[in-house]
């Protein structure tokens, strides 16, 4: 969706609060860096809470165990769905009520991460998943991303180091985690005013201090 899509006017980024979304592929350091962001702003007295997609509400959090566990290969629409439910409950449920008192959202993984993984990792156009995000309460876009940029090998290095079995995602191919990258890199070209790459490579001090320089004073 560029600014001359008719679909452009149909989003909108919140009026008060401040909505802030992490995108990256496995392991590239996104909840540690939340976490680091939350004491942040528990530090200055702002209320700031976390939240995750999939997930984030009870019914979420089943449609995360569902699509994590998932064995057989789903149609990527199929996915799209599940992740489209599952953040519109948590923008009716969560989002929009704290942002509405003025509070900061720090969210792990939002539209991004279906524009990256169910369309340009598997061929499809950004342009259908945009269309789908047209209605509310999913046309709502974050004051700013912050997209953890890491190597296919820092990424692969960081998911050996953790040992646990591996979900539906990471179960994918090298050449999907690679797409995913490719894909990341380019959403990041398409909207730099929203999405600032930080290299997530640097040590967990660099990356934050980076995140604080690109931090929105709202
Ligand atoms: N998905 C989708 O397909 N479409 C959608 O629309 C949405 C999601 C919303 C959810 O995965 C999956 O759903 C995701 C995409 C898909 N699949 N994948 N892959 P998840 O929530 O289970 O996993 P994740 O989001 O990828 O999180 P993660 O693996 O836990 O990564 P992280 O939060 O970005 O990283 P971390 O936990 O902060 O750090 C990982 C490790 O690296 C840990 O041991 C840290 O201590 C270490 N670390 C962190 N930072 C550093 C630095 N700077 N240096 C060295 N080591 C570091």
Redesign the pocket.
């Known amino acids: 969706m560029n600014q001359s899509s008719p679909l452009h006017a149909t989003f909108r980024t919140p009026e008060k609060g401040l909505f802030i979304s992490f995108e990256?592929?496995?392991?590239?350091?996104?909840?540690?860096?939340i976490q680091k962001l939350k004491e942040h702003f528990d530090s200055l007295s702002r209320s700031c809470i976390v939240l995750?997609?999939?997930g984030g509400t009870s019914f979420g959090e089943k449609l995360r165990a569902a699509?994590?566990n998932q064995e057989t290969k789903l149609h990527a629409m199929a996915?799209t769905f599940v992740?489209l439910a599952?953040?519109a409950q948590l923008l009716e449920e969560k989002i929009l009520p704290h942002l509405a008192l003025g509070g900061v959202v720090l969210l792990?993984?939002?539209?991004d991460?279906?524009l990256v993984?169910?369309a340009l990792a598997r061929g499809e156009s950004i342009e259908k998943i945009w269309t789908l995000h047209q209605f509310a309460p999913l046309n709502i876009l974050p004051h700013r991303t912050f997209y953890?940029d890491i190597s296919l090998e820092v990424s692969l290095e960081?998911?050996l180091?953790?040992g646990q079995n591996k979900?539906y995602?990471?179960s994918q191919s090298n050449d999907f985690q690679a797409k995913l990258l490719k894909g990341y890199r380019t959403l990041a070209g398409l909207y730099p005013e929203r999405i600032k790459t930080i290299s997530?490579?640097?040590?967990?001090e660099d990356?934050f201090r980076d995140i604080l320089q690109e931090l929105p004073h709202l």
């Open positions: 990256g592929a496995e392991g590239s350091g996104k909840s540690t860096q995750r997609e999939p699509i994590l996915e992740f599952s953040r792990d993984r939002y539209v991460s279906t993984y169910q953890l960081r998911q180091k953790r979900d995602f990471e997530g490579a640097q040590s967990v990356v």
